[in-house]
């Protein structure tokens, strides 16, 4: 018999608010909003010479940083078929059909997702987990990273077998 271990990550500390808009239903794109997310992080892999799976620390202290990246911002996508972005003269624009936004860049995080949903701001976070994981030498079995965007409403990206 062999045992599997993984930590769960889940403090106060990994929330961000943020404003965003996404599109659904073909052409239906939703007001621009806000959200106060918390972010949870499951890791998974072996037990190391410490016999633990991940250093609590460094994987805190990741995900600390990756949600402050996008706390107080405005989140846009960039590989959205129909919300086109722009960025130039330290201003964001930000156009679907009729409807045009315009920011200052300081206030705006550009991801490269097709639209800004939770399930793609969980697989964002899980990409940027992964890499600062990579720089401590760890890389875990699989990752699960959720995004809470209203009490009970999650976003979950999941990466399986990622030795």
């Given at each position: 018999m062999?045992?599997?271990?993984?930590?769960?990550?889940r403090?106060?500390q990994?929330?961000f608010?943020?404003?965003h808009f996404i599109?659904?239903?073909?052409?239906?794109c939703?007001?621009l909003?806000?959200?106060?997310?918390?972010?949870?992080?499951?890791i998974?892999?072996?037990?190391?010479?410490?016999e633990?799976?991940?250093d609590?620390?460094?994987?805190?202290?990741?995900l600390?940083?990756?949600?402050r990246?996008l706390?107080?911002?405005?989140?846009?996508?960039?590989s959205?078929?129909?919300?086109?972005?722009?960025s130039?003269?330290n201003?964001?624009?930000?156009?679907?059909e009729?409807r045009?936004?315009?920011?200052?860049?300081s206030?705006?995080?550009l991801?490269p997702?097709?639209n800004?949903t939770?399930?793609?701001?969980?697989?964002?976070?899980g990409?940027?987990l992964l890499?600062?994981?990579?720089?401590?030498g760890?890389r875990?079995?699989s990752?699960e990273?959720?995004?809470?965007?209203?009490e009970?409403?999650?976003?979950?990206c999941?990466?399986?077998?990622?030795?």
């Amino acid at each position: 018999m062999s045992n599997t271990y993984h930590v769960r990550l889940r403090k106060e500390q990994f929330t961000f608010c943020a404003a965003h808009f996404i599109t659904f239903a073909g052409n239906i794109c939703e007001p621009l909003h806000g959200h106060n997310y918390r972010v949870a992080a499951e890791i998974a892999g072996p037990l190391d010479e410490n016999e633990y799976v991940v250093d609590f620390i460094a994987a805190r202290d990741a995900l600390i940083a990756i949600t402050r990246t996008l706390d107080h911002r405005v989140i846009l996508p960039t590989s959205h078929p129909t919300i086109h972005v722009t960025s130039a003269d330290n201003e964001v624009t930000a156009r679907f059909e009729d409807r045009r936004w315009v920011f200052p860049a300081s206030d705006c995080v550009l991801l490269p997702v097709s639209n800004t949903t939770a399930e793609l701001l969980a697989h964002h976070i899980g990409e940027q987990l992964l890499a600062a994981l990579a720089e401590h030498g760890f890389r875990p079995t699989s990752l699960e990273v959720s995004v809470d965007e209203c009490e009970g409403q999650e976003g979950v990206c999941r990466w399986d077998d990622l030795r």
